[in-house]
């Protein structure tokens, strides 16, 4: 009898402040998933909403917090009261909790980091504790189609930072609402992004059957918190001007009864009001007229049922991503907008009567598949990571052969292009220095900074190899890069040698090798050959380049990895490939009984280092530096007289 695959499992972590948005759209997910095949636990940390239905979904309530007027620096319990110390440890517990009893193949995290800054601590315990897990869980971040923009200089970069954690960022939204619209998108960011469409809940509209009430031309919804309430009192004041058209007035259960009952009063008699409905997708179907906010869950809403609609886009505090989407709607004819700040019962009526009077808007550019095409694409992330975990696996095993065959495995690392003291230098220095590996920086001597040699002071177990001399491309156009190839002049290029290496002696010291390396990992023989008479006892490029050609008094040692898609995306490269190569590298060290193969090398750029590489690499060598078979040699070693490559 065939085995049968066990379910999968995923956690989606969500926690709405102020309206339901965001639990809506994150149930909509979970029911998606959970069509899909999925075992979906739904950990929520915001207040309950029970006319949402979660039928299908393992709901995990933590003590609630909410947030009022846009305030989010300023988290409340259940009681209106400041959180307390002991509510957020209780909130992290769960979490931690909740993690080891699922143990989940996917942890989603609904708009952390981009987002929730003030359950920040809450949010990196639940990623630590995934993290620890055996199996870790692909890590998805999902956002929808537009943010609230970093609110000071640097927010996007510390985004960043704690997405390096992450396997992928999904967006509920397509790229006609690009992300750059209100989030800075740099080119690390832009790899990590997958559209996956509008996701709706669309059982809710199959479900909810339409409650009795008096079908009105203009229904007014003012989203699910209690920040709606001056978009209520404008609406019923546009009633009264307006005794000609019929108004439906839907109050958020967030509002208080004393509040809701003033509405009611006041409401004339062509207006009805009450509190929110299920059957709102239902209610707008056979409406003329929405009047709303611009939340994600509402315009969705709008898209599916065709209507027209006037949008007040929530702006309270800093709040900017219900006014950018509320814009985008309007530029694109889909909408009428009316600020918050020019909110009346007037300004409403002069929009009415101009938004009746246009044609219908044509919705047809939304397309409402997200759920489904969400659930294809976190398999799809589920089936990397688990390909990953095995090449993992892998290198493990192989590890274990190494101490189980007393054989040891050297390695070395190389970074080129240096030429001054910069932040994605010093990252990388510290990442050495946190794993005590000894490096070698390939330094541009026409270009290096007095910075640079100020920063080494500080690192003296760095040694500094010759990066070319001015890393310039000196090839013909339509030809592979390379500054020292055979286009110009032994005498010119042996002149440019000679001064980059004077100038790096001059100033680093003793930290200076003589050790060449070309730019691009290209030298011609005849340049190759004159090294020695240069001054130069060593020759590193990459693979196997030189090591045949190169003369017998220069010691060549090459690099063998890089993590970098040069070719493709300038990011990481995919994990499964890099482990496979670094697998393979081991594996021919292993098997070589008869000699001892020269270290094997890693080859980096701090400059082109994002958050994924970079945390790629620590996690690489730490793994490696966890095996007591293994060792990384300083250049000195490495390049030490003996025999080639």
């Avoid at 979970?30 to 039928?55: C, E, F, M, Y």
């Avoid at 019923?236 to 009952?261: C, K, M």
């Avoid at 590890?399 to 990388?428: C, H, Y």
């Avoid at 980059?500 to 002696?505: A, D, F, Q």
Wanted: charged share 20%.
């Amino acid at each position: 009898m065939a085995m049968t695959e066990p379910q999968r499992k995923i956690i989606l972590a969500v926690t709405h402040l102020l309206g339901v948005g965001h639990f809506a759209r994150m149930v909509a997910l979970g029911k998606a998933l959970n069509h899909a095949g999925w075992q979906v636990t739904l950990l929520s940390g915001g207040r309950p909403v029970p006319n949402i239905d979660v039928s299908g979904l393992s709901l995990i309530q933590m003590p609630p917090v909410h947030c009022r007027n846009g305030d989010f620096s300023v988290l409340l319990d259940d009681s209106g009261q400041p959180v307390t110390a002991k509510i957020r440890n209780e909130r992290a517990e769960i979490s931690r909790s909740t993690i080891l009893s699922v143990r989940p193949d996917v942890l989603v995290t609904e708009l952390y980091p981009f987002g929730r800054r003030a359950l920040a601590s809450e949010y990196e315990a639940l990623i630590e504790e995934a993290s620890t897990l055996p199996e870790p869980p692909a890590m998805i971040c999902s956002i929808r189609d537009v943010l609230n923009p970093p609110s000071k200089p640097g927010r996007s970069v510390e985004v960043l930072d704690r997405l390096a954690r992450y396997d992928a960022v999904i967006i509920h939204g397509t790229p006609r609402m690009p992300l750059e619209r209100s989030w800075p998108v740099d080119a690390s960011l832009a790899r990590m992004i997958t559209y996956v469409g509008y996701l709706r809940d669309e059982t809710r509209s199959q479900r909810a059957t339409l409650q009795h009430a008096a079908q009105a031309s203009i229904l007014v919804s003012a989203g699910g918190s209690d920040a709606g309430m001056a978009l209520n009192r404008s609406a019923i004041e546009a009633a009264a001007l307006l005794p000609g058209e019929s108004f439906h007035v839907l109050v958020s259960h967030a509002i208080a009864e004393e509040a809701f009952g003033a509405l009611h009063s006041m409401a004339p008699a062509n207006a009805l009001v009450e509190r929110a409905r299920p059957d709102f997708p239902q209610l707008l179907v056979g409406a003329a007229l929405s009047i709303s906010q611009a939340g994600y869950n509402t315009v969705l809403d709008l898209a599916a049922a065709g209507t027209r609609a006037i949008l007040v886009p929530f702006s309270a505090g800093s709040e900017q991503e219900q006014t950018i989407r509320a814009e985008a709607l309007q530029a694109a004819g889909l909408a009428q907008v009316v600020r918050e700040t020019d909110l009346s019962g007037p300004a409403l009526v002069s929009a009415v009567r101009e938004t009746l009077a246009a044609p219908p808007p044509d919705w047809s550019s939304f397309s409402l598949d997200g759920g489904e095409r969400a659930a294809t694409a976190i398999g799809r992330f589920d089936a990397e990571r688990r390909a990953i975990l095995d090449a993992w696996k892998r290198l493990d095993r192989l590890l274990e052969s190494s101490v189980a065959l007393g054989r040891r495995l050297s390695f070395w690392i190389r970074d080129d292009d240096a030429t001054a003291d910069v932040p994605a230098l010093r990252r990388f220095l510290t990442l050495l220095e946190n794993r005590n590996i000894p490096g070698a920086l390939a330094v541009i001597p026409a270009g290096t900074a007095t910075s640079l040699q100020a920063l080494l002071v500080q690192h003296p177990r760095l040694e500094v190899l010759q990066h070319g001399y001015s890393h310039a491309n000196h090839s013909p156009r339509g030809e592979k890069s390379a500054e020292f190839g055979g286009h110009r002049s032994l005498a010119e290029m042996e002149r440019e040698i000679r001064l980059g290496r004077e100038r790096l002696e001059d100033m680093f010291g003793g930290q200076a090798l003589p050790v060449f390396v070309p730019p691009w990992n290209r030298i011609s023989p005849a340049v190759a050959e004159r090294l020695p008479a240069l001054g130069l006892s060593g020759l590193s490029t990459f693979g196997t380049a030189n090591t045949a050609t190169a003369p017998s008094n220069l010691v060549v040692r090459n690099t063998h990895w890089d993590p970098i898609d040069w070719r493709g995306n300038r990011g990481l490269r995919p994990r499964v490939d890099l482990l496979t190569e670094a697998c393979g590298l081991i594996e021919a060290h292993l098997a070589r009984t008869d000699i001892a193969l020269p270290p094997i090398g890693v080859l980096t750029h701090h400059l082109q280092h994002d958050g994924w590489i970079h945390a790629f690499l620590d996690q690489l060598v730490g793994r490696l530096k966890s095996c007591p078979q293994v060792d990384f040699l300083s250049a000195s070693q490495v390049f030490a007289p003996g025999r080639g490559d």
